[in-house]
């Protein structure tokens, strides 16, 4: 691992640290307003709903400029999503602006990697990521969990106080979001060193009939590939699938185990830290060319998650926990990096990942809708757990038995 690579693997860790601790403290300040419930899974609707409507410039965007100035513009407007909580802007829409600057960072985080490395190395590239990200996301639920609690919140804001300066933080969402403010920082410092590689297929036209027209032809190009549709398919229905079982963990530990918010993040914790165990078992044991072989494990996991309803013993959630964690992150890290070694050959980094965000988010948004819509109609997290493992199940079954008759048809 060299010096430009281990910036790189900074710059994520430190933005998606934010990102997630920022989750719960906008989550904090929604419970402080005594917003409806149904508001939460909303809240992330509002994040993710950027990457469905930039889509078709963000890619080109990410591929027009510098990978790390595209990063560095792109946590700057995180930390406008910050400040717009901190001065009363709804969290649903400051959350959302946070949300845009995500949407143009991912293409640009991903993108570098087929830009910087060989082809060979993108998988276990791919694993240095997602298990350092995950553990951004293990910290970030520990930090939003920490600094939202009232024990812990109320000693911070006594040290913060300033004497003779009002400096307006009276609360703890406020408190935790003016700390998170300053990791955003961090991570923008650390976009700076990152390595400036050649720019690779430079979009011919920043015309947005253009780019919207170009993006269309890049996502037709990509889902009739063989094996970027199977990949493309399987990191949509996981990266739905996680989002909404992050929300399902907080209302399930609620239930089932009496925890607080404070306590329930750091139970999705866990999650994360078996997603890192898989994804440090794929990078070692999965080759790119074998990736599609772990679909199966992607059909076992919906059937693992219905073993959560019985459960009421904190110590079994965990380890239940870490394992549904670790099943997806060693079926979804191969997939990620054929989908992105697809991609790169066909249009381009930052396009390609476009294309995926573009498909993922959107089934993020359906799911946590769906998620959102079951807690209006006051529907048990016990009958939305079953739902959710029998629809993960399902679709991965469709998505397998389809990759099984391509190849029996020879279209592999």
Not at 18 to 32: G, V
Not at 139 to 168: F, K, R, Y
Not at 244 to 271: K, M, S
């Amino acid at each position: 691992m060299n010096r430009g690579f281990k910036i790189i693997l900074a710059a994520q860790f430190f933005s998606a640290l934010a990102d997630n601790a920022l989750l719960f403290a906008a989550i904090a300040l929604l419970k402080e307003m005594l917003a409806p419930d149904w508001h939460i899974p909303v809240l992330q609707q509002a994040f993710v709903a950027s990457y469905i409507v930039l889509a078709p410039f963000v890619g080109a965007f990410a591929d027009s400029l510098p990978k790390g100035r595209v990063m560095f513009i792109s946590n700057t407007i995180k930390m406008v999503g910050c400040i717009a909580m901190l001065v009363g802007v709804s969290p649903l829409i400051a959350f959302g602006i946070a949300g845009f600057g995500a949407a143009m960072y991912s293409p640009a985080k991903y993108g570098i990697l087929t830009e910087y490395l060989p082809s060979n190395q993108l998988v276990s590239a791919n694993g240095w990521i997602e298990g350092l990200t995950v553990a951004a996301i293990v910290l970030g639920a520990v930090v939003g969990g920490v600094l939202v609690n009232p024990t812990v919140s109320s000693t911070l804001l006594n040290l913060w106080d300033v004497p003779m300066i009002d400096t307006g933080i009276t609360t703890a969402p406020m408190l935790a979001i003016s700390i998170i403010f300053v990791i955003y920082i961090i991570a923008a410092l650390f976009n700076l060193g990152i390595p400036r590689v050649p720019i690779d297929h430079k979009p011919i036209s920043r015309s947005p009939i253009f780019l919207v027209t170009n993006f269309w032809h890049c996502f037709k190009l990509l889902w009739k590939d063989p094996l970027g549709q199977v990949s493309l398919a399987v990191t949509t229905l996981f990266w739905g699938a996680g989002a909404t079982l992050r929300l399902i963990v907080l209302a399930w530990a609620a239930v089932a185990l009496q925890y607080d918010l404070g306590r329930a993040a750091y139970l999705t914790a866990w999650v994360a830290v078996g997603i890192a165990i898989g994804s440090v078992l794929a990078a070692r044991y999965v080759k790119l060319e074998s990736a599609v072989r772990v679909l199966p494990v992607g059909i076992a996991m919906g059937v693992v998650v219905l073993m959560m309803i019985p459960v009421t013993n904190s110590i079994l959630a965990i380890g239940l926990l870490i394992v549904i964690g670790a099943m997806g992150g060693y079926f979804v890290v191969p997939m990620n990096a054929l989908l992105q070694h697809r991609g790169h050959i066909l249009m381009g980094a930052g396009r390609s990942i476009a294309v995926q965000n573009f498909n993922e988010n959107l089934s993020i948004f359906v799911m946590l809708g769906l998620f959102a819509l079951m807690d209006k109609l006051d529907f048990s997290i016990y009958a939305i757990i079953t739902v959710f493992g029998l629809l993960l199940s399902g679709i991965m079954g469709v998505i397998y038995k389809k990759h099984r008759h391509d190849q029996d048809q020879g279209q592999m």
